[in-house]
């Protein structure tokens, strides 16, 4: 049996786009996601000790619209998983019963719930103790509430799994340290698919922890711009179906395989710093070592979607690693962080939805900047269209808690 792992299906959903094939077409005519404030007055920006307007694209709206397609479902959040998971499973043209299959597995990249603070700081001060015992609004602001399987129970108990929902969290790499477990599982012949889920909730809860690490944008989020003052951040969910390329469905094609993927945790500084600043020797350890596993050298490698999430010592190290071993090649690099808002635990998720379209279409989309580019040290970024026939794709990510990722993607046999 091949050991190769390939990607058959995809969905997605944000504040930008509700489907892949919307994604696509946004990026390819330089749109960009429409933001709103997080704190909608001044009073509120004093409770929580915030000064400037922060923006962000918090995916109410979708969330509420999956809601109404799902009535028998009481959380949003749920519901939303749901509809980007019959994406991908329409995508990969199977039904939904294949995932109560023993031989399918469900994986989680995500974080979890997180409390509404504005909620429980408003509710605890008005309410007395027998309120905030047995007033079912202040009961769910409880810890348990905030449980992972307030979230995966309902999911499971929707599409029956056999198997309960596995959850990795990696900080903005969830999206493809969950794919490790998961092609490991394929590999050692333990299933037959994986779906891989990955989001991340923003919530005022993460800006007001964002906002204290100062790596929430004041002025402008412009990644690979040394007038970029943090990121955007956004709420999206992706979805990728994952199958072994014997396994995959005869009437359709896989769109690509996982060649390579290479992970390790390397904070800079001292041993409890974060990675905003990560080395770039890392980086460049990481991606090299991806390319070893895979037995090509770096100018084999047509395409590159790097992290760049806006933080400038974080876009000047992944910079510095990739003018290491790709300045001279000169390889394609495009990111469209500047446009999407920056997905944070999906964010590798989405760039591996625009794998498809560069393999199957032989394009790069353009990547579009209100600001100009000022880290690129020569690096070939993307500003107009080409036509190209891409072989190789290398995809990086990096977490706040000093996780790296390097996935490197192979044209499938198909195309």
């Not at 198997?163 to 490991?184: E, Q």
């Not at 012949?189 to 919530?203: F, H, P, T, Y």
């Not at 992706?238 to 995959?248: P, W």
């Not at 990481?286 to 390319?291: D, K």
Request: proline letters at 3%; a neutral charge.
């Amino acid at each position: 049996m091949s050991s190769k792992v390939v990607v058959t299906g995809t969905g997605c959903l944000s504040d930008y786009a509700r489907s892949s094939s919307e994604l696509v077409n946004k990026l390819a005519l330089g749109e960009y996601v429409r933001l709103q404030s997080v704190f909608e007055n001044k009073l509120l920006k004093s409770m929580f000790g915030v000064e400037q307007d922060v923006k962000y694209a918090p995916l109410e709206v979708p969330r509420k619209e999956c809601l109404k397609r799902y009535p028998q479902l009481e959380n949003e959040k749920v519901a939303a998983l749901i509809d980007v998971t019959e994406q991908v499973l329409a995508d990969a043209e199977l039904d939904i019963k294949v995932l109560a299959d023993e031989r399918c597995r469900v994986i989680w990249g995500s974080s979890g719930n997180h409390p509404d603070l504005l909620s429980f700081i408003r509710e605890l001060h008005s309410n007395d103790s027998a309120d905030i015992r047995f007033n079912k609004k202040l009961t769910d602001l409880h810890a348990d509430s905030f449980r992972n399987d307030t979230l995966t129970q309902p999911y499971a108990d929707y599409f029956r799994l056999s198997k309960p929902v596995l959850t990795v969290s990696s900080a903005c790499s969830s999206a493809l340290n969950a794919m490790i477990p998961a092609i490991a599982a394929l590999r050692n012949g333990e299933i037959d698919r994986a779906l891989v889920l990955s989001w991340q909730e923003v919530s005022k809860f993460d800006i007001l922890f964002m906002s204290g690490l100062n790596i929430i944008a004041k002025k402008a989020s412009l990644p690979f711009s040394k007038t970029s003052d943090g990121l955007t951040p956004a709420y999206g969910i992706a979805g990728l179906l994952l199958e072994l390329a014997d396994q995959s469905p005869p009437k359709k094609a896989p769109y690509f395989e996982i060649k390579a993927m290479s992970s390790r945790r390397a904070l800079s500084g001292s041993a409890h710093s974060t990675s905003f600043n990560v080395s770039f020797r890392s980086l460049t350890q990481t991606m090299q070592n991806v390319l070893d596993k895979a037995e090509i050298s770096a100018q084999d490698v047509d395409l590159i979607y790097p992290h760049g999430n806006g933080i400038a010592a974080s876009d000047q190290s992944e910079v510095s690693a990739l003018s290491q071993l790709f300045a001279s090649h000169k390889a394609k690099i495009a990111s469209y962080t500047e446009q999407t808002g920056y997905l944070l635990s999906a964010s590798g998720g989405f760039d591996l939805i625009l794998a498809k379209d560069a393999f199957e279409k032989n394009r790069v989309i353009p990547m579009h900047s209100k600001g100009s580019l000022d880290l690129t040290d020569g690096l070939n970024f993307v500003h107009e269209e080409e036509k190209t026939k891409i072989k190789y794709l290398l995809k990086n990510s990096i977490g706040i808690d000093g996780s790296i990722v390097s996935c490197l993607l192979k044209r499938g046999d198909h195309a």
